[in-house]
């Protein structure tokens, strides 16, 4: 059974430019989370989403937004970047609420 | 405040050697608790979870966890440590029902010596 994956494994942007995150959950998997992990601020949750549905979202400005498919994959998106975007960005799946989070390998992003 | 914490930074230990990793959090009611560790360049991977019942929960690869609500503390230990487990570790917490968004403390950095 496949994994959690993520695309791109790395990206370079610019500042003011945006960028699109692409998060493919294990097969079955419903549930779909983000996280921003940086040295500074460490883990962050991001939001969470369950049958397309947007049930958790953390404490990040409107620049940071997601959405979930019909087959579950998920995309977040970042508009405007800031140097301070640059992070490693982290997507979990699991079946189901309570249930173990299965994490992918991240996307590092740059910002410069 | 909302918080979990993880008072070691850095910690090293020599293989064989046992170790215990401290986890603490503020939160009102019992929340779920996780550890996980991270390698270097990878994501997350989940050694043990507790939501209730038996306090001491073992985890994969030799990991045991001990829950005490007295003291609020949720401590990763492990007998006899191996090269491998050279890591980054996070305490992590759910805190409340219907939710599947963790809070990570700031993580300690495991150094295994030979």
């Known amino acids: 059974k496949a994994g959690v994956t993520q695309t791109p494994r790395y990206l370079i942007k610019t500042r003011g430019q945006q960028v699109t995150l692409s998060c493919s959950p294990i097969s079955g998997h419903r549930s779909v989370s983000w996280y921003q992990q940086t040295p500074g601020q460490g883990l962050q949750f991001l939001f969470e989403y369950f049958s397309e549905t947007q049930r958790n979202k953390g404490n990040f400005p409107g620049r940071f937004s997601g959405r979930q498919f019909s087959n579950s994959r998920s995309e977040m998106n970042v508009s405007t970047l800031e140097l301070g975007d640059s992070a490693l960005y982290l997507c979990?799946?699991?079946?189901?609420?309570?249930?173990?989070?299965?994490f992918g390998s991240g996307t590092q992003l740059s910002v410069l | 405040a909302q918080s979990v914490t993880q008072p070691d930074i850095h910690i090293t230990v020599s293989e064989g050697a046992s170790l215990e990793l401290r986890c603490n959090y503020s939160?009102?009611?019992?929340?779920?608790l996780f550890w996980y560790v991270q390698s270097p360049g990878q994501g997350l991977q989940l050694l043990l979870k507790y939501f209730s019942g038996d306090t001491l929960v073992q985890g994969i690869k030799g990991f045991e966890a001990e829950f005490k609500r007295s003291q609020s503390s949720f401590n990763l230990r492990k007998p006899s440590v191996h090269w491998s487990d050279a890591a980054e570790y996070f305490c992590a917490v759910v805190p409340q029902t219907g939710a599947n968004n963790l809070f990570f403390g700031t993580g300690t950095r495991l150094t295994v010596i030979p």
């Open positions: 939160y009102g009611a019992t929340p779920y």
């Open positions: 979990a799946s699991s079946l189901d609420l309570n249930e173990k989070l299965f």
